[in-house]
């Protein structure tokens, strides 16, 4: 059997998974399987059972990721890209293993083999997936983090990854584009998963997207607030939903007991103009705990959009962040947004085919001397359609600024270098992403870097590549009077060629402490670049926080990661603190990474990984018993 197990790890395919579903259903001690083990003669001894569980546990990891092709290949094209075929089989894989718990019907197999989940992040595109889902969900006890999304359209890649051989390229991608729509999943099972849900009493975040969402549905979404008072996050992506759902569903999120602080929401056109708007005007009225909010607003009308603005000014709405994103925004209803900014600190705006006159209202409230906005994130396209000396009073009310970049225009570049060089521009937190590597662009940013601004924080995502621009910008990093203390790089920008120029960059900024990376590739490149920087006594870096969520994605887990972390450590000079994001390490990397550094001489103060303290204030934590903590 271990045999077998171990071919089934490194070799998936669809029939063998059959075979699989009937070995596992082995262990069902229905009246049934009694029937047919004894036809069979076969019994799973206690030995393999043990086998069975910690082959599992294994291959399953604190994280499932059951992703479709869709998601991969349209949203997270650089994922795909990077990705390998090894690695695609691994989101299958975790989906046949739910399968085969779900066989067991064993309810004591199936918690000790899910005790280690903390997130699931699942595409759901059948009835019998949601089926599955459902009773194992209700077992995951420490479950912190739930994202299901209901299917519009499915690549016919889901079942074709592993074609026979004699199928041909070409007919191959062209069946991988054709998309097939999906029937909604039949609410008998919907209901079900939502009986789930009540089981969980440690979820911090429940994301549903694109669920039809049934009264049924809403009052065992309401009983889930009650009994789960760690739920700080709701996001829900209605395809469809009625008045008494949306009215249960508010009345709840009312209530003092509730303890949602952060809550994204969409509907339909037609449910936002009849009642949503209505609900959720109350909701920001009388949830005191509610800090953020979301909002997707697609073509709404003006009635609408001025009684959720009424519930945002109310004197006992709570709400600091506000992120809008929607279509075909007027004039009218940027009016009752920009009454908004008087009471939030942090807006995210995310305009589609807004008019000119809806850009030039926003720009106006944004000068408004009641603005209480301190943080900014916008599209190029809000940039192409202000005026330059708008842009510029704007930025001299914020404090920091984030811009995503697609075409850079000609227009937006001159504005952005002229609103950044400003005497009076207050930002001192920038973020750049999308294609923005440009030598024109780049050349003026360095020489703003170069003249001593208020910038502190600097984060860098490149799409594009462009070897005479990044050696601009580390011209400008490197240079005496640049002020950056905190770097965020990720993209391109973490490549084999950069890698010297940035290892020079954290030479030679003096007064750079604190760097973040988010690397999306080849994690070997990412360490030499900072082996190379950090080895230098003249290095100044004190703390490194690395985001390995894709690299988890990308490359799975090995030892080789724990070990090249454990260099990093050991050739520093200066570090003091290293925060590993985003669960990179499994329990098996975990001991010898902590092995090799706990014998050998590094300077760290905190070691924070898979949401544990491992070292804090320069102590280690007993590895059975870390101290479990978040970090700001």
């Known amino acids: 059997m271990q045999a077998l197990l171990q071919r089934h790890s490194i070799y998936f395919e669809s029939d063998f998974a059959v075979g699989f579903r009937f070995l596992f259903g082995f262990l069902n001690e229905e009246k049934r399987m009694k029937d047919l083990k ?7 001894s206690d030995k393999n059972k043990d086998l069975l569980l910690e082959w599992v546990k294994n291959n399953i990891n604190q994280k499932i990721y059951t992703i479709d092709l869709n998601w991969i290949t349209q949203d997270n094209h650089t994922l795909y890209l990077y990705n390998s075929f090894n690695q695609r089989i691994h989101f299958y894989l975790e989906k046949e293993i739910l399968s085969y718990l779900y066989e067991t019907q064993d309810e004591n197999f199936v918690r000790k083999a899910l005790s280690a989940i903390t997130e699931i992040n699942y595409h759901c595109n059948s009835d019998m997936e949601l089926m599955i889902l459902a009773y194992c969900l209700q077992h995951c006890e420490n479950l912190e983090y739930l994202y299901i999304r209901s299917p519009t359209s499915l690549y016919q890649a889901n079942n074709e990854l592993f074609l026979p051989k004699n199928h041909s390229t070409t007919r191959v991608r062209s069946r991988l584009n054709l998309q097939i729509e999906c029937k909604p999943l039949d609410e008998g099972y919907m209901e079900h998963f939502f009986k789930s849900l009540t089981k969980l009493r440690n979820l911090r975040v429940l994301r549903l997207e694109k669920l039809h969402f049934t009264e049924s549905c809403s009052w065992l979404l309401v009983e889930v607030f009650r009994k789960n008072q760690k739920l700080k996050e709701l996001n829900l992506i209605f395809e469809d939903t009625n008045f008494t759902a949306m009215k ?14 952060t809550l994204e929401f969409q509907a339909s056109r037609a449910a936002m103009i009849r009642y949503c708007s209505r609900h959720l005007a109350e909701v920001f009225r009388r949830n005191q705990k509610l800090k953020e909010l979301k909002l997707y607003l697609d073509n709404i009308c003006d009635v609408a959009m001025e009684i959720l603005c009424r519930g945002l000014q109310h004197g006992d709405c709570k709400v600091e962040k506000l992120w809008l994103s929607g279509e075909a925004m007027t004039e009218s209803c940027s009016k009752h947004i920009t009454k908004v900014f008087w009471k939030i600190r942090e807006l995210l705006l995310v305009l589609k085919y807004p008019t000119d006159t809806a850009f030039q209202r926003v720009c106006e409230g944004l000068q408004h001397p009641d603005c209480k906005v301190e943080e900014f994130r916008i599209h190029e396209e809000f940039l192409s359609k202000s005026s330059s000396s708008d842009f510029v009073e704007v930025l ?11 075409s850079l225009p000609e227009k937006v570049e ?3 270098c002229e609103g950044l060089q400003n005497p009076d521009c207050k930002v001192e937190k920038l973020r750049l992403e999308g294609n923005f590597l440009k030598e024109s662009l780049c050349r003026s940013f360095a020489e703003i870097l170069k003249k001593g601004t208020r910038l502190r924080k600097l984060d860098l995502l490149p799409n594009d590549t462009n070897n005479e621009a990044v050696e601009m910008l580390c011209e400008g990093l490197k240079h005496p009077n640049c002020n950056v203390e905190k770097l965020g790089l990720g993209g391109m920008f973490l490549t084999e060629f950069f890698s010297s ?4 960059v954290f030479r030679k900024c003096q007064r750079l402490k604190e760097l973040e990376l988010f690397p999306i590739n080849n994690i070997d490149t990412v360490v030499e670049m900072l082996c190379e920087g950090l080895k230098h006594s003249d290095c100044k870096l004190e ?13 799975g887990h090995s030892l080789s990661f724990g070990r090249q972390i454990a260099r990093i450590v050991k050739i520093s000079q200066n570090l003091q603190k290293l925060y590993l994001l985003g669960n990179c390490f499994s329990d098996y990397e975990t001991k010898p990474l902590c092995e090799e550094l706990k014998y050998s001489s590094h300077t760290l103060k905190e070691l924070w990984f898979n949401g544990k303290y491992i070292i804090q204030n320069g102590e280690w934590m007993e590895m059975d018993y870390t101290i479990r903590g978040e970090v700001s």
């Open 543 to 555: 703390v490194l926080w690395i985001n390995g969520e894709y690299l988890k994605i990308l490359c």
């Open 248 to 261: 249960l569903l508010c009345e709840k999120l009312q209530h003092p007991d509730c303890k949602v602080e």
């Open 396 to 406: 001299k009310r914020l404090r920091e600024f984030q811009l995503f970049l697609c």
């Open 414 to 416: 001159e504005m952005l």
């Open 38 to 44: 004894k036809d069979f003669r076969c019994q799973i």
């Open 501 to 504: 120029h940035l290892s020079d």
